[in-house]
């Protein structure tokens, strides 16, 4: 019994001498930020509350409804350099393209890689009844996800 014990412990104390400090990814280090778009009133130029009926991500399978705000995040393809959301509002599509590059970043070993992205200036959408108006990029940089990136006018 006691031989088996001293053996649990060996193994034991083998296995805590053998992890490193960067086997563990504590909650809450960094993460691949998302673009944050923004809704605004396309005369007025002031923050506009929007309810969107359901946005689809193209090659994502996802559909989310019910959106509400008027700021919304939403993650970009990290193996591709276009990203495009198909937005629904008012019973009408309106595609959003968003051209980005890439930038992935090395943690350690146990976060692994995180991606921050930089939003290309040829953005833009795609029409089918138009009920955006038009899309500027406010912040380019995708670093965090505080600042809004895009503004949608409607």
Known sequence: MIKRYRSFLFLLVIIF????KDDICIEG?????????GFVDYKSKGP????????RG??????????????????LMVNSDITKYVF???QTLDTLTIHHRTIHKYLNRSCGYVSN?????DTEISKN??????????????FNEE???ILIHY
């Open 48 to 55: 506009k509350d929007i309810s969107l009926e359901s946005i």
């Open 129 to 142: 009844h138009g009920w955006i108006r038009e899309v500027s990029i406010l912040n380019d940089s995708i």
């Open 58 to 75: 193209i090659g994502i399978d996802s559909i989310i409804e019910g959106i509400n705000g008027n700021y919304l995040k939403f993650p």
């Open 29 to 37: 280090s960094e993460n691949t930020s998302r673009i944050t778009l």
């Open 117 to 121: 992205f930089i939003v290309k200036s």
């Open 88 to 90: 629904e509002y008012n």
């Open 17 to 20: 001498l053998g992890c490193e």
């Open 147 to 149: 600042k809004t990136n």
